[in-house]
């Protein structure tokens, strides 16, 4: 009996949906991934399961009632968020903010910055297929500043500190010493991260010459944070376009050098170091003073638009509001990192193996609810 | 009294004293097939009176030191110190509901959780606890060992097949590709000490090792490592657990399971790391024996102990590395472990001969052997290493500072061209 043998094997890619619910996609973010075996021939990113419709509800509340909305876009960096917009709104109205309630917004915002960071490497390395270690030793940190922010305004994630024309509470007097305390322990908590994970020869196997975007098309794709600095491009807005009381204070701004996974990885670790290093000059040198400026209860802006943007954990984050006279914005739009960083997500992933494709995921650091809003 | 204290010491430090007694026992009245079934009934319910208990604190154990390397407590809340942890667990996934995808292969589903646990107890079956407590002592017990252990992956291939999953198939597919690629590996490895110690059984390796009263990691460091690695990755462990690689594709071959299905999964994958561990303390580390002291403890004991050794390293390696990408594990496999390997079983072939057929002094010979061997496995090692680039062993250089330079593409090349020492 003769055996039926087909002229030639027939083989098609393979459709995988990573997400929405998955390990590695930080939320609920779809990547349709095309594979040949192993390899990623075409990513489609598909997004919008977490969209709430911010902007639109922003349209229907006061603009004081919109600093919430703001924690919830991106919910590991809400200081940040709340930062962003009350700039923005304080453009718009012209309210001058006192001393004090700047060097707060500084301080605030370079807490979250290193807990944002944290959780950022330690998805990072777990992306890389870790397990749980990385992250469990980098939320020790988080978790400190998570209970300093808990001692300021009583929250921990969705914070809602930062108020139109300054801060709304001072910090208790015991927020000092368990700040200091947790500053002079971090350069060595750095050192331990660094001696677990830099020189780790399976995290640069990893990582390394993985995803790699350069200064060029960094720029084109308009990215941001970490990534933008990551592939070589020396830009950081507190540097570049400064803010509250940034250009009174002494830091530097790291740079990587091939623009891989590693480099964002390093780059991330280095920006704490600075954000130490910032927060030591934030306690030495904090005024006393007011920190709220008087502002109106119901604020009505004069009719115009202001954009105000800052450097947050994951990139420009900036603010659009445009007001008619009305006590509520008549257009309130966020620019989101995280959403224009993984616009470079293709770019670096296709023609290399599933496996890397997820660490370069990692190595974005997106946070859904930035990019659904 | 004390004569019967030292009695009761007696059976405990060999057990296969009352299994003998049983089975004379038996034999004195009955026929011999009987006495012969009694036998191997006592060896298999002993096994898996063992084994049940054994994966319990298992289960805790691991989770308890993941949770110490992770800073953090591990479970505390069912029982003292979270000891009753697992059977809450196990309860749990019992009353689960076991679901069963639609589009599946229904009988084929069905088929792999119970598969998979048929090699894991199989393969206790020819574990020496003690000079005579062994259920069957196999002339071919190493062969045996592979053999059975090898039958995992057609149910792991199975179970990813029969889900109608993309991540399952995924999943087997590396499992596959993995696991025959480190069996090769293994296989060489054991080659090795069978070459070195002429013999198959596994009983006899560590007779071997108590008669040249040396234990084989000394004599063969990298046989030893390749068959550690060869381990971790026929386990699917960490740093090569791609078959479930989580962060990649959810849980491999066992993303559809749920249930207690899932939870013979798990509890196989625990047992066989177990069982991986304690041959590798059999081939490696002496075994039972331990330079006399087995005459006074339990000898089962001081292979559990030895076990639980080589199982802390499994577990530290988990809480400690990262996964590799499987074309990594595919090079280090067949660029290293298996020319390795190869090499190592020509110098066993090559110092087996000295041994028998020249009659060197045994005593002066094992030890220059292990140190040339210990040679030989850094020379490959670093080899190895030089040759992928591995072996410069310095972090990358870390991120510039901008210092001051701010700007664009111009500023990034600016940068790029400065001299690396002056940021």
Request: proline content about 5%; aromatic content about 10%; glycine content about 8%.
């Given at each position: 009996?003769?055996?039926?043998?087909?002229?030639?094997v027939?083989s098609?890619?393979?459709?995988?949906?990573?997400?929405?619910?998955?390990?590695?996609?930080?939320?609920?973010?779809?990547?349709?991934?095309?594979?040949?075996?192993?390899?990623?021939?075409?990513?489609?990113?598909?997004?919008?399961?977490?969209?709430?419709?911010?902007?639109?509800?922003?349209?229907?509340?006061?603009?004081?009632?919109?600093?919430?909305?703001?924690?919830?876009?991106?919910?590991?960096?809400?200081?940040?968020?709340?930062?962003?917009?009350?700039?923005?709104?304080?453009?718009?109205a012209?309210?001058?903010?006192?001393?004090?309630?700047?060097?707060?917004?500084?301080?605030?915002?370079?807490?979250?910055r290193?807990a944002?960071?944290a959780?950022?490497n330690?998805?990072?390395?777990?992306?890389?297929?870790?397990?749980?270690?990385?992250?469990?030793y980098?939320?020790?940190?988080?978790?400190?500043?998570?209970?300093?922010?808990?001692?300021?305004?009583?929250?921990?994630?969705?914070?809602?500190?930062?108020?139109?024309g300054?801060?709304?509470?001072?910090?208790?007097?015991?927020?000092?010493?368990?700040l200091?305390?947790?500053?002079?322990?971090?350069?060595?908590?750095?050192?331990?991260?660094?001696a677990?994970?830099v020189?780790?020869?399976?995290?640069?196997?990893?990582?390394?010459?993985?995803?790699?975007?350069?200064?060029?098309?960094?720029?084109?794709?308009?990215l941001?944070?970490p990534?933008?600095?990551?592939?070589?491009?020396?830009?950081?807005l507190?540097?570049?376009?400064?803010?509250?009381?940034?250009?009174?204070?002494?830091?530097?701004?790291?740079?990587?050098?091939?623009?891989d996974?590693?480099?964002?990885?390093?780059?991330?670790?280095?920006?704490?170091?600075?954000?130490?290093?910032?927060?030591?000059q934030?306690?030495?040198?904090?005024?006393?003073?007011?920190?709220?400026?008087?502002?109106?209860?119901?604020?009505?802006?004069?009719?115009?638009?202001?954009?105000?943007?800052?450097e947050?954990p994951?990139?420009?984050?900036?603010?659009?509001v445009?007001?008619?006279?009305?006590?509520?914005?008549?257009?309130?739009?966020?620019?989101?990192?995280?959403?224009?960083?993984?616009?470079?997500l293709?770019?670096?992933t296709?023609?290399?193996?599933?496996?890397?494709?997820i660490?370069?995921?990692?190595?974005?650091?997106?946070?859904?609810g930035?990019?659904?809003? | 009294?004390?004569?019967?204290?030292l009695?009761?010491?007696?059976?405990?430090?060999?057990?296969?004293?009352?299994?003998r007694?049983?089975?004379?026992?038996?034999?004195s009245?009955?026929?011999?097939?009987?006495?012969?079934?009694?036998?191997?009934?006592i060896?298999?319910?002993?096994?898996?009176?063992?084994?049940g208990?054994?994966?319990?604190?298992?289960?805790?154990?691991?989770?308890?030191?993941?949770a110490r390397?992770?800073?953090?407590?591990?479970?505390?809340?069912?029982?003292?110190?979270?000891?009753?942890?697992?059977?809450?667990?196990?309860?749990?996934?019992?009353?689960?509901?076991?679901?069963?995808p639609?589009?599946?292969d229904?009988?084929?589903?069905?088929?792999?959780?119970?598969?998979?646990f048929?090699?894991a107890?199989?393969?206790?079956?020819?574990?020496?606890?003690?000079?005579?407590?062994?259920?069957?002592?196999?002339?071919?017990?190493?062969?045996?060992?592979?053999?059975?252990?090898?039958t995992?992956?057609?149910?792991?291939?199975?179970?990813?097949?029969?889900?109608?999953?993309?991540?399952?198939?995924?999943?087997?597919?590396?499992?596959?590709?993995?696991?025959?690629?480190?069996?090769?590996?293994?296989?060489?490895?054991?080659?090795?000490?069978?070459?070195?110690?002429?013999?198959?059984?596994?009983?006899?390796?560590?007779?071997?090792?108590?008669?040249?009263?040396?234990?084989?990691?000394?004599?063969?460091?990298?046989?030893?490592?390749?068959?550690?690695?060869?381990?971790?990755?026929?386990?699917?462990?960490?740093?090569?657990d791609?078959?479930?690689?989580?962060s990649?594709?959810?849980?491999?071959?066992?993303?559809?399971?749920?249930?207690?299905?899932?939870?013979?999964?798990?509890?196989?994958?625990l047992?066989?790391?177990?069982?991986?561990?304690?041959?590798?303390?059999?081939?490696?580390?002496?075994?039972?024996?331990?330079?006399?002291?087995?005459?006074?403890?339990?000898?089962?004991?001081?292979?559990?102990?030895?076990?639980?050794?080589?199982?802390?390293?499994?577990?530290?390696?988990?809480?400690?590395?990262?996964?590799?990408?499987?074309?990594?594990?595919?090079?280090?496999?067949?660029?290293?472990?298996?020319?390795?390997?190869?090499?190592?079983?020509?110098?066993?072939?090559?110092?087996?001969?000295?041994?028998?057929?020249y009659?060197?002094?045994?005593?002066?010979?094992?030890?220059?052997?292990a140190v040339?061997?210990?040679?030989?496995?850094v020379?490959?090692i670093?080899?190895?290493?030089?040759?992928t680039?591995?072996?410069?062993?310095?972090?990358?250089?870390?991120?510039?500072?901008?210092?001051?330079?701010?700007?664009?593409?111009?500023a990034?090349?600016?940068?790029?061209?400065?001299?690396?020492?002056?940021?």
């Open positions: 009996m003769a055996i039926e043998t087909p002229k030639r027939h098609e890619p393979v459709v995988v949906n990573i997400g929405p619910q998955h390990p590695s996609t930080h939320g609920v973010f779809r990547l349709k991934a095309t594979l040949d075996g192993e390899i990623v021939q075409d990513v489609d990113m598909l997004i919008g399961y977490l969209h709430r419709s911010m902007e639109k509800l922003a349209e229907e509340r006061t603009f004081t009632q919109n600093i919430p909305f703001t924690d919830r876009i991106d919910y590991l960096a809400a200081m940040s968020n709340n930062l962003s917009y009350c700039l923005a709104v304080e453009k718009l012209g309210i001058e903010v006192p001393l004090r309630g700047q060097w707060l917004r500084v301080l605030f915002a370079e807490l979250q290193i944002s960071h959780m950022a330690g998805t990072f390395v777990n992306d890389c297929g870790a397990w749980q270690t990385p992250l469990m980098m939320f020790r940190e988080r978790e400190k500043i998570l209970d300093l922010f808990e001692m300021t305004c009583g929250a921990r994630l969705t914070t809602n500190y930062m108020r139109i300054g801060v709304a509470f001072d910090p208790p007097l015991e927020l000092w010493p368990a200091c305390s947790l500053l002079d322990e971090m350069p060595d908590r750095l050192e331990e991260y660094a677990l994970t020189d780790n020869e399976i995290v640069l196997a990893r990582s390394k010459g993985v995803g790699v975007v350069s200064a060029e098309a960094a720029l084109n794709a308009s941001s944070g990534l933008l600095r990551g592939s070589g491009v020396p830009w950081d507190r540097k570049a376009d400064p803010y509250c009381v940034y250009d009174q204070l002494d830091f530097d701004i790291p740079v990587g050098r091939d623009g996974c590693y480099d964002r990885f390093r780059v991330r670790l280095e920006e704490v170091r600075q954000s130490v290093r910032i927060l030591n934030v306690v030495e040198r904090i005024p006393g003073g007011p920190w709220q400026a008087e502002v109106p209860l119901h604020l009505r802006p004069a009719a115009g638009e202001a954009y105000a943007r800052i947050s994951r990139g420009e984050l900036g603010f659009y445009v007001s008619d006279g009305g006590p509520t914005p008549w257009r309130f739009h966020c620019r989101a990192p995280s959403l224009i960083n993984l616009s470079a293709k770019e670096m296709v023609g290399r193996s599933l496996a890397d494709a660490v370069t995921l990692g190595s974005i650091d997106i946070v859904v930035e990019i659904d809003r | 009294m004390s004569a019967w204290l009695a009761a010491w007696y059976d405990l430090r060999d057990l296969s004293g009352i299994s007694e049983i089975t004379e026992w038996v034999a009245w009955g026929p011999e097939w009987l006495a012969s079934a009694v036998s191997g009934a060896g298999a319910i002993g096994i898996l009176a063992v084994i208990p054994t994966l319990m604190i298992l289960i805790w154990t691991e989770r308890k030191v993941i390397l992770q800073v953090r407590y591990g479970p505390n809340r069912v029982g003292p110190r979270g000891l009753l942890q697992p059977v809450a667990d196990a309860v749990k996934l019992i009353l689960k509901e076991e679901l069963v639609r589009a599946a229904k009988w084929l589903f069905f088929l792999p959780p119970v598969l998979v048929i090699p107890l199989l393969v206790w079956g020819v574990l020496p606890f003690g000079p005579h407590m062994q259920v069957a002592d196999l002339n071919v017990g190493v062969l045996f060992l592979l053999a059975v252990s090898g995992n992956v057609l149910a792991v291939f199975i179970a990813g097949w029969a889900s109608n999953n993309k991540y399952a198939l995924f999943g087997a597919m590396r499992v596959i590709a993995m696991t025959i690629s480190y069996e090769i590996a293994m296989v060489l490895a054991l080659l090795t000490v069978v070459f070195l110690t002429g013999t198959m059984s596994i009983n006899g390796i560590v007779l071997w090792q108590q008669q040249e009263d040396l234990i084989l990691i000394v004599l063969l460091p990298m046989t030893a490592l390749t068959f550690l690695l060869g381990a971790t990755a026929e386990l699917n462990r960490t740093p090569m791609i078959a479930e690689a989580e990649e594709i959810v849980a491999g071959y066992h993303t559809e399971y749920s249930g207690m299905r899932f939870g013979l999964f798990y509890a196989v994958e047992a066989n790391t177990l069982v991986m561990s304690a041959f590798m303390a059999t081939f490696f580390l002496g075994g039972w024996w331990l330079w006399g002291l087995d005459a006074w403890v339990p000898s089962w004991i001081i292979l559990l102990v030895k076990t639980s050794l080589v199982y802390f390293v499994f577990i530290w390696l988990r809480g400690t590395l990262p996964r590799l990408r499987i074309d990594q594990l595919m090079t280090f496999c067949w660029k290293l472990l298996v020319p390795a390997g190869l090499l190592f079983v020509a110098i066993a072939a090559v110092e087996r001969t000295l041994l028998l057929e009659a060197w002094d045994r005593t002066i010979a094992l030890p220059v052997m040339i061997n210990a040679a030989v496995t020379a490959v670093g080899a190895y290493a030089r040759v680039g591995a072996g410069a062993h310095r972090a990358p250089a870390g991120p510039r500072m901008a210092r001051g330079r701010l700007g664009g593409l111009r990034a090349r600016q940068l790029a061209q400065a001299p690396s020492g002056s940021d």
